[in-house]
C-alpha cells in the first residue's frame, strides 16, 4: 500500500530525469506516482521538422488520456515518446503518437479517439504550467532500498530504455563508471533492456 505521492511535472520533450527513476527505484511500492504534463510548446515553430519545433500539447494530451484510462501504462508511453523523440521523430506527428502507444502496449485507435475527450482536455488543462523535471512527495517514506549494483539489473527492473544518467542515479555511481560492455546500448543514447 502506497504511504506517499510522488509527482513529477515533465512533458514528452523534457528530458528523462534521473531523480525521478532513482525515487521509484528506492521507495517502489512505497508511492503512488502522478505525472503532470507541463506543455513546453502548444504550437509549432517556424522551422518545423528541426528537433524542438514540434508542439508537445498533442502528445501531452495523450500521455494525460493514457494515465487517465491506462494508469499502468502511462509510464512506458511516455518513456517511449521521449525516445522516439530523440531519434528524431515529431511530437505532433501522430504516426509518432501512434508507434509509442503500440509500444507501451495501449490501444491506438482507442487512445487516439480517447484524446478527444472533453474529459481529458480538462484534466490537461488542469495540470498544465510548470517546469520539467520538479518532483514532489507528499507523505511518509521508509528507509531507501539500496542502489542496484549493474546497468542490467536496471534495465531488468524497469523494462523501458534508459539514459546513461538514470542509470547512474539508480546504481549512485557516476556517469563515467559506465562501459558500453555492460550492457547492449540503444540508439539516441538509450539503454535496451
Known amino acids: 500500500m502506497s504511504r506517499a505521492v510522488a509527482r513529477l511535472s515533465t512533458d514528452p520533450a523534457c528530458p528523462p530525469d534521473p531523480a525521478w527513476l532513482r525515487l521509484l527505484w528506492q521507495h517502489g511500492d512505497q508511492v503512488a506516482t502522478e505525472l503532470r504534463m507541463v506543455v513546453l510548446r502548444e504550437r509549432r515553430t517556424d522551422d518545423w521538422g528541426v ?58 485507435a482507442e487512445i487516439a479517439a480517447y484524446c478527444a475527450e472533453p474529459e481529458v482536455d480538462a484534466a490537461l488543462q488542469a495540470q498544465s504550467g510548470g517546469e520539467c523535471g520538479v518532483v514532489e512527495v507528499d507523505g511518509v517514506l521508509d528507509a531507501p532500498r539500496p542502489p542496484a ?26 556517469v563515467d563508471d559506465f562501459e558500453l560492455a555492460d550492457v547492449t546500448h540503444g540508439a539516441h543514447g538509450y539503454w535496451m533492456p
Do not use: N
Open 149 to 174: 549494483a549493474t546497468p542490467a539489473e536496471v534495465l531488468e527492473w524497469s523494462g523501458v530504455p534508459l539514459t546513461t544518467e538514470e542509470i547512474a542515479a539508480v546504481c549512485d555511481r557516476a
Open 51 to 108: 528537433p524542438g519545433s514540434d508542439a508537445t500539447i498533442h502528445a501531452c494530451r495523450a500521455v494525460v488520456a493514457a494515465g487517465l484510462r491506462w494508469p499502468d501504462r502511462q509510464m512506458g508511453f511516455l518513456r517511449h515518446l521521449r525516445v522516439l523523440s530523440a531519434a528524431g521523430e515529431m511530437l505532433d506527428d501522430s504516426d509518432t503518437l501512434e508507434i509509442a502507444a503500440e509500444r507501451a502496449g495501449l490501444p491506438v
